[in-house]
């Protein structure tokens, strides 16, 4: 073989593995997150507030933004890296939080990242709700979830997601993307524990995002170990500080993450106290005996993975005269002729009127349930369904929620007073049924109302 044919096969191998590394090999470059370190300086976040510099917020639009922490809302966790972090929250009505960045350089299909981040759980993290005035702790735990798409907040593709985090303490969390699509964009979302069997209050704490570091997919993947601590829903009472007149109260309340009764401790005015547990809804009800005036009633669930309380404070305050007396309405008076009610018939329960985003019952408005529920003890064949109305200062999603959460509470206060929960249903309407213009103060109170309606008469 002469040697022009070995230089000629020498040019065409050399050839072959040049373009062959031009079309298979994939790029090392590390693709850097701009501010990984979430700098900036730390404030509460606010509706339509910002993210840190080079991040956009993707919080839900009636909501406040992102928080840049430490030093806000009793959260004093020393930051990672750097002089600050990020605080992130889920909340009770369905709504949480997220950042967003455009990338350098796109995420590649069929290509495999390595993603590193410090993450961490504050134990207080106390704020207001959009449906209460008073001071909540968002403590729960919560996950990250992080997506790819193709433009701020899109979620086209779920490149990963941690455990629940429940510790407080910064722990790093390594992570493998190995996106099917490309990606221009990347989207940090705080999320509840999947399946969520309720909505809840929550945090998560973000700092030190890594480069997003091109590999080779034969590198092994990094599995994270799963914590899945206990999460307590108390069901009733709904709120803090009910005010009951009898001395009996039906309590519930139900879990994720609980095993059997054994991790659980009930705790009535500081002592242990008796509990019914139903292991396939995981819910337990117990029947207390209150004191007169402050009750406070305990509950936690305590498991490997961590531990999750809530607690009620309920007042007993009896009436002078526990007196029984004849049905007698001064507020409801289409009710005090039996002859004259009719399936279907729908009234106002007037006066009962609540503040704006709020469903707490005022103390003022307890005479004239206390009328409602003496007629549906009168009349133990009357089931009726407790209907919910808001004013149009609120989006449809919102209202609808809030509505039915103020329809809730008075069924939970007739519950409380000893009216069987067969008897009473409710809906929330929002701002669909308006009975008043909502272009005054006075037609917009009118509107954010609740109303009964006759649901059964027995013959």
Not at 51 to 67: E, L, R, T
Not at 108 to 116: A, E, L, M, T, V
Not at 294 to 320: C, M
């Amino acid at each position: 073989m002469n040697k022009k044919i070995y230089i000629f096969r020498f040019a065409l191998i050399a050839t072959a593995l040049f373009l062959y590394s031009c079309i298979f090999s994939q790029d090392l470059t590390p693709i850097k997150l701009n501010n990984g370190s979430l700098e900036g300086t730390p404030r509460a976040g606010v509706a339509g507030g910002t993210a840190p510099v080079g991040w956009i917020d993707c919080s839900h639009d009636f909501q406040s933004s992102v928080d840049i922490q430490p030093g806000f809302f009793n959260v004093e966790k020393l930051p990672q890296d750097g002089k600050s972090y990020l605080g992130m929250v889920v909340r009770a009505d369905e709504s949480w939080e997220g950042i967003s960045q455009r990338l350098r350089v796109p995420l590649k299909p069929k290509s495999c990242y390595n993603f590193s981040i410090h993450l961490a759980r504050s134990d207080i993290y106390l704020s207001r709700t959009r449906t209460s005035t008073r001071e909540e702790n968002f403590s729960n735990p919560a996950k990250l979830r992080i997506y790819g798409g193709n433009n701020y907040c899109s979620k086209n593709e779920l490149l990963a997601e941690s455990p629940l985090i429940a510790h407080e303490e910064w722990k790093q969390y390594d992570f493998r993307f190995e996106p099917i699509s490309k990606h221009t964009y990347i989207y940090f979302e705080i999320f509840y524990r999947t399946p969520t069997l309720f909505p809840y209050n929550g945090n998560i704490l973000l700092d030190n995002l890594s480069d997003i570091i091109p590999i080779s997919c034969d590198e092994e993947e990094i599995i994270q170990k799963q914590i899945n601590p206990p999460i307590v829903n108390i069901l009733a009472p709904i709120e803090d500080g009910l005010q009951v007149e009898t001395s009996t109260f039906s309590f519930k309340a139900n879990f994720a993450n609980v095993p059997s009764r054994k991790y659980i401790t009930f705790l009535v005015n500081g002592n242990e106290h008796s509990f019914n547990y139903n292991s396939s809804s995981k819910t337990v009800t117990a029947a207390i005996n209150l004191r007169k005036q402050k009750n406070v009633i305990q509950i936690i669930a305590s498991t490997s993975d961590g531990s999750s309380q809530e607690t009620r404070k309920v007042f007993y305050n009896p009436p002078p005269e526990p007196v029984a007396k004849i049905f007698e309405p001064k507020v409801l008076t289409e009710l005090a002729d039996r002859s004259k009610m009719q399936l279907g018939k729908v009234l106002p329960l007037t006066n009962v009127f609540f503040l704006a985003d709020s469903i707490r019952i005022e103390k003022e408005n307890y005479h004239i349930l206390n009328e409602l529920k003496d007629f549906l003890v009168s009349n133990p064949d009357v089931n009726i369904e407790i209907m919910g109305h808001t004013n149009n200062r609120c989006d449809a999603t919102f209202c609808n929620s809030l509505s039915e959460k103020r329809a809730r509470s008075v069924v939970q206060y007739l519950i409380q007073n000893g009216i069987a929960d067969r008897r009473l249903t409710f809906k929330g309407y929002g701002k669909s049924k308006p009975i008043a213009s909502n272009d005054s103060s006075a037609g917009r109170q009118k509107n954010q109302r609740v109303e009964v309606k006759i649901t059964k008469i027995s013959s």
